[in-house]
C-alpha cells in the first residue's frame, strides 16, 4: 500500500505532467492515495472534484507531478489559459491554479508528507522553466508550503505581488476564510460562546422549535434544484442593486455552474428557511464526510423580508447539524464579514500572488494545440 511504505525523505525528482482525461484517470490511484496522506490538501484538490471539474474542461490544464522512481509525491493541478491585452498589444500566457475552473475555495498541492520539502522546491523549479506571461496562484493558503514555493521560484526574471482582494463596496477582505472548529458536542460549543453568544444561539433555536410558522427544509436529491433556484434568486435580487445587474447575473450563472459539479458528487446541502410559504433565506453547503469539514459556499437573503435574525437562526441550525453528522470544522470560505465571528470563527489568510514577467523575455505567445504539448513538454524540463 502506498501510505504504509516506509519511505525515505532525499531523493531524486522526476518532472512530469499529464494533460488529457485518460492520463488523468492512470493517474486516479496515487492521487487518491497522496490526498488521504495530506492533511493539508482539502476537498478542493481531491480526485473526486478536481476530475469532475477537468473532465468538464478538457483542454484548459495539466497536472505537474513530482516522482520518485516513478511513483508520485506530489502533484500541481494548473489551468492554462490566453488572454489579450489591450495595453500591451499582445497575448498573454497564463497559468492559473486549476481548482478556479471550477470555482474551487481554495487551491495549492497534493504532496505525500514524506518527501513535501524536496517535491515543493522541484515543483517550483519546473513552473520557473515553463513558458508564461502570467501566474497566478490564487486561494493558496498562507502557509509554510507557500513560502517554500515562492522561495524556490526564479524570481530575477519576474515581479511578484500578493494582490488585495476587497468585496461588497471595499468592506470585505476576501483572503480572510473564517471557519469555526466543532470541538465536543454541540451543546459544549454552545456553552463555550460568550454569555451574549450563548444567549442569542438559544433563543433563536427555542424560536425555530416553538414557532408554527418557522420550519427549515433540508434539500433532497428531488429537491436540491428547486432550493437552488432559490439561493439564486435571492442571491441576485439581494446583490444586484451593488455589483450591477450584468455582473450578478454571470455570479449566478458561475454558482450554478460549479455547486452542479458538487450535486453530481452527492456533496451539496441547500437548506432553506421558510415562513409559512415565503422562503426567507438559503445557504448552499458542501458537506466533506471525508475530512469532516462544511464548506459555505453561498448565502442569498430574500430582501423583501425585514425580520432580523434569520442568518443566525439557519447557520446555528446548520452547526448543530454539523455536529450531529459528525464534522469537525464549519468553514465560512471566503470574506472577513463580522457576523462570521460571531460563531466563533478563526481567521485563515490565503493567497492572491501574481508573478509577471516582462514582455521581452516572454517570447512569442502559444496559442494552438500543438504549441500547447510543446508547453507540457517544457514543463517536464
Not at 116 to 123: D, G, T
Not at 179 to 207: C, H, I, P, Q, Y
Not at 214 to 225: A, F, H, M, N
Amino acid at each position: 500500500m502506498y501510505g504504509s511504505e516506509n519511505l525515505k525523505r532525499v531523493f531524486d525528482v522526476e518532472i512530469s505532467t499529464v494533460s488529457t482525461i485518460k492520463e488523468l484517470e492512470a493517474l486516479e490511484r496515487w492521487w487518491i492515495e497522496m490526498h488521504k496522506l495530506d492533511e493539508n490538501a482539502g476537498f478542493f484538490l481531491s480526485y473526486e472534484w478536481m476530475s469532475s471539474v477537468m473532465r468538464a474542461h478538457p483542454d484548459e490544464w495539466v497536472v505537474i507531478i513530482a516522482a520518485e522512481r516513478n511513483r508520485p509525491v506530489a502533484l500541481l493541478p494548473l489551468r492554462r489559459t490566453v488572454r489579450q491585452s489591450k495595453s500591451q498589444g499582445r497575448e498573454i500566457r497564463m497559468l492559473t491554479a486549476a481548482g478556479r475552473l471550477g470555482w474551487a475555495q481554495y487551491a495549492g498541492f497534493i504532496c505525500h508528507p514524506d518527501y513535501e520539502k524536496e517535491a515543493i522546491v522541484a515543483l517550483a523549479q519546473s513552473v520557473s522553466k515553463n513558458s508564461w506571461d502570467e501566474f497566478h496562484f490564487k486561494h493558496v493558503p498562507m502557509d509554510g508550503r507557500l513560502r517554500l514555493f515562492c522561495e524556490n521560484l526564479d524570481q530575477k526574471s519576474m515581479r511578484a505581488q500578493n494582490v488585495p482582494d476587497v468585496i461588497n463596496g471595499g468592506t470585505v477582505n476576501s483572503l480572510i476564510c473564517p471557519f469555526v472548529a466543532l470541538e465536543g458536542t454541540f451543546d459544549e460549543w454552545v456553552d463555550a460562546r460568550s454569555a451574549n453568544r450563548r444567549k442569542k444561539f438559544r433563543k433563536s433555536l427555542r424560536e425555530l422549535e416553538d414557532d408554527p410558522q418557522l420550519r427549515i427544509e433540508y434539500s433532497t436529491p428531488e429537491t436540491v434544484s428547486a432550493h437552488l433556484e432559490i439561493l439564486f434568486r435571492n442571491w441576485y435580487d439581494q446583490w444586484a442593486p451593488q455589483r450591477g445587474r450584468r455582473a450578478a447575473h454571470a455570479a449566478v450563472e458561475a454558482y450554478r455552474t460549479h455547486l452542479a459539479h458538487a450535486e453530481n458528487l452527492g456533496v451539496l446541502d441547500v437548506p432553506v428557511l421558510w415562513r409559512e410559504d415565503t422562503p426567507m433565506i438559503a445557504i448552499a453547503n458542501i458537506n466533506d464526510h471525508t475530512e469532516a469539514k462544511v464548506y459555505v459556499i453561498a448565502t442569498g437573503r430574500n430582501t423583501s423580508i425585514d425580520e432580523q435574525g434569520i442568518g443566525l437562526k439557519i447557520h446555528i441550525d446548520s452547526i448543530r447539524r454539523a455536529f450531529q453528522s459528525g464534522m469537525k470544522t464549519y468553514d465560512f470560505c471566503h470574506g472577513d464579514e463580522p457576523y462570521k465571528f460571531d460563531f466563533g470563527a478563526q481567521p485563515m489568510q490565503v493567497s492572491n500572488l501574481i508573478f509577471q514577467r516582462p514582455p521581452q523575455s516572454s517570447g512569442k505567445p502559444k496559442t494552438d494545440r500543438v504549441e500547447r504539448r510543446a508547453l507540457d513538454r517544457e514543463l517536464v524540463s
